[in-house]
Protein backbone atom coordinates (compact mmCIF):
# COMPACT_ATOMS: atom_id res chain seq x y z
CA UNK A 1 0.00 0.00 0.00
CA UNK A 2 1.34 3.21 -0.82
CA UNK A 3 2.44 6.22 1.78
CA UNK A 4 1.74 8.95 -0.84
CA UNK A 5 -1.62 10.63 0.40
CA UNK A 6 -4.74 10.33 -2.39
CA UNK A 7 -7.23 13.14 -2.96
CA UNK A 8 -10.69 12.63 -1.23
CA UNK A 9 -11.78 15.45 -4.23
CA UNK A 10 -10.52 14.39 -7.66
CA UNK A 11 -8.36 11.02 -6.16
CA UNK A 12 -5.49 12.21 -7.60
CA UNK A 13 -1.95 11.07 -5.84
CA UNK A 14 0.05 13.40 -4.59
CA UNK A 15 3.68 13.71 -2.92
CA UNK A 16 4.54 12.21 0.70
CA UNK A 17 5.40 16.17 1.94
CA UNK A 18 2.28 17.62 0.18
CA UNK A 19 -0.21 19.36 2.53
CA UNK A 20 -2.56 20.32 -0.09
CA UNK A 21 -3.82 18.50 -3.30
CA UNK A 22 -1.66 19.75 -6.59
CA UNK A 23 -4.58 19.65 -8.86
CA UNK A 24 -7.45 20.74 -6.84
CA UNK A 25 -5.92 22.59 -4.19
CA UNK A 26 -7.73 20.66 -1.51
CA UNK A 27 -5.94 19.99 1.97
CA UNK A 28 -5.13 16.27 1.84
CA UNK A 29 -6.68 13.81 4.40
CA UNK A 30 -3.61 13.47 7.13
CA UNK A 31 -3.53 17.55 7.15
CA UNK A 32 -7.88 17.26 7.17
CA UNK A 33 -8.03 15.42 9.49
CA UNK A 34 -5.50 17.35 11.85
CA UNK A 35 -7.37 20.61 11.23
CA UNK A 36 -10.77 18.58 11.74
CA UNK A 37 -9.44 17.69 15.43
CA UNK A 38 -8.04 21.51 16.19
CA UNK A 39 -11.43 22.57 15.22
CA UNK A 40 -13.02 20.12 17.76
CA UNK A 41 -10.78 21.05 20.47
CA UNK A 42 -11.60 24.55 20.12
CA UNK A 43 -15.21 23.82 19.96
CA UNK A 44 -15.20 21.65 23.35
CA UNK A 45 -13.10 24.78 24.72
CA UNK A 46 -15.87 26.89 23.37
CA UNK A 47 -18.64 24.98 25.53
CA UNK A 48 -16.57 24.71 28.09
CA UNK A 49 -16.06 28.90 28.40
CA UNK A 50 -19.85 28.99 27.66
CA UNK A 51 -21.09 26.82 30.51
CA UNK A 52 -18.90 28.75 32.81
CA UNK A 53 -20.37 32.43 31.62
CA UNK A 54 -23.62 30.89 32.32
CA UNK A 55 -22.92 29.63 35.88
CA UNK A 56 -21.33 33.06 36.55
CA UNK A 57 -23.82 34.85 34.96
CA UNK A 58 -27.06 32.35 36.74
CA UNK A 59 -25.11 33.78 40.34
CA UNK A 60 -24.24 37.71 39.41
CA UNK A 61 -27.36 38.45 38.17
CA UNK A 62 -30.63 39.05 40.06
CA UNK A 63 -33.17 36.89 40.79
CA UNK A 64 -36.25 38.62 40.13
CA UNK A 65 -37.08 42.43 38.42
CA UNK A 66 -39.53 42.75 41.06
ZN1 LIG B 1 -7.65 17.07 -5.49
Redesign the pocket.
Known amino acids: MSAQPV ?6 V ?1 AVAAS ?7 L ?1 PAEAALAGERRLRRFTWFCVGLTIFCIVMFFWLPRSIA
Request: proline content about 0%; some cysteine; hydrophobic content about 20%.
Open positions: CLYCQQNECRRCGML
